[in-house]
Each structure stands twice: as C-alpha cells, then as structure tokens.
C-alpha cells in the first residue's frame, strides 16, 4: 500500500516560515490535500489539490508538490498556527486514500 | 452553511456492535459522497472508506472489509456508520466527511465534530 511519510515535529518561532514535508514515491504525479487539526477539533482543510486554498484559509498558507515530496509551507507564522498537520492522497493502484503520519507544529 | 452533525459518545463491549450517525443540512446531500475517518488516541488520521449518497455505491479500507458497513437515508440526509466485532483497538474518535470533487480526486471540505467510541470490558 502507498505510504506518506511526513516528519513527527516541526519548531518555529513567530513570524517565519514553517515547512511541512510529505513523502511518497512519486508523489509528484498525485494531488495532494492537506488538514490541520487542532487538539480536541475535527480536522480542517487547508490546501487542496496542491496549492489552492479553501476560502477562509490565508494566504499565509500554501502548497507545492514535486517528485517523491509535497511540502504545504506556512509563512509568518502566528501562535494560532500550533497544530497537527496531516497530508493525504488517492492511491490509484487500491482505490483508497492514504493520510500521512502526521505532523506536530509548535511555535516556539 | 454545510454542516455534519454526529451522534453523540458510545461505551461497547468487545464483540459488541456500533453505529455512528451523521446528518447533513445546507447542502444538496446527494451531490456529495460522504467520507470516514478514524482516530485513535494520541495516533494519526485513518481513512475508513466513503458512500455515495447518490447511488450507495461504497468504497472500504481493506483493513476493515467484512466489519463495517456505511448506508444512507435520502429522505433524512443522513449516513451512518456501522462496525462490528468491535476490538480495543476500535477505540477511536470517528467523522464523518463531507467529499468533494478537485481537478483530480476527492477530498474532505466539511468534517462532522465526531463521535468517541470506547471499547472496553
């Protein structure tokens, strides 16, 4: 089955940039949506299909996706931004979607 | 606005079976597939599988096939979830997703608030 592989922890201080990776063999050629969820809430979608962004959502949020990595990247970040960020794809091959294992986002 | 709301927390003994609800308002509700997911305490988001509310066609995770079975009723525009031979391991929070079409695929736009389902003798 198809894996996503995203780092357990991520740090960073107000106000720079935070970068989230998503690993996946060749994850370039799927589109990629990513939830932020945090502690006791439903999770809640950020970026879809990449690099749109739902209304509602800044554009301090935003994605890219290229060959075995996805990397939903958030820019100046704020304290509300502490949260676990998860990626998720449709693998083809099993007709199921996959979320990646998570990824904790602290502001320091 | 869309909204899913789910039934309310569950206590299952091992072996025991469940049925999760989640009803839909501010939307067309068979335009829409609706989607499950699972987490466990502490651990990562799992995808259960999804049902078309239009036709009841159903899509499960290969882990649970044969233990769940997700359903619709139109004239409530409301999907339940159930699971069976419920396990410890079941113990988890479940929602409900609300799936919508990309340029590519689905994904979940509006999630329910979900429901606590505890497993336990």
């Known amino acids: 089955s198809y894996v996503l592989t995203q780092p357990p922890a991520v740090s960073v201080a107000p106000g720079q940039t935070a970068r989230i990776t998503c690993g996946g063999n060749?994850?370039?050629?799927?589109?990629v949506h990513w939830y932020q969820q945090k502690p006791g809430q439903a999770p809640v979608l950020v970026v879809y299909?990449?690099?749109d962004r739902p209304s509602g959502i800044p554009e301090r949020f935003s994605g890219s996706n290229s060959g075995n990595t996805a990397t939903l990247t958030i820019s100046r970040v704020e304290a509300g931004d502490e949260a676990d960020y998860y990626c998720?794809?449709?693998?083809?091959?099993?007709?199921?979607?996959?979320f990646g294992t998570g990824t904790k986002v602290t502001v320091l | 606005q869309v909204q899913l709301v789910q039934s309310g927390a569950e206590v299952k003994k091992p072996g025991a079976s469940v049925k999760v609800s989640c009803k839909a308002s501010?939307?067309?509700?068979?335009?829409?597939?609706i989607s499950w997911v699972r987490q466990a305490p502490g651990q990562g988001l799992e995808w259960m599988g999804w049902?078309?509310?239009?036709?009841?066609?159903?899509n499960y995770a290969q882990n649970l096939q044969g233990r769940v079975t997700m359903t619709t009723d139109t004239s409530t525009s409301t999907a339940y979830m159930e699971l069976r031979s419920l396990r410890s391991d079941d113990t988890a929070v479940y929602y409900c997703?609300?799936?919508?079409?990309?340029?590519?695929?689905?994904?979940?736009?509006?999630w329910g608030q979900g429901t606590l389902v505890t497993v336990s003798s």
């Open positions: 997703g609300r799936d919508k079409f990309g340029g590519y695929d689905e994904f979940i736009d509006y």
């Open positions: 501010g939307y067309t509700f068979t335009n829409y597939n």
């Open positions: 049902i078309s509310a239009y036709n009841g066609s159903t």
């Open positions: 060749n994850i370039g050629s799927k589109s």
């Open positions: 299909d990449d690099s």
């Open positions: 998720q794809v449709w693998d083809s091959s099993s007709d199921h979607r996959v």
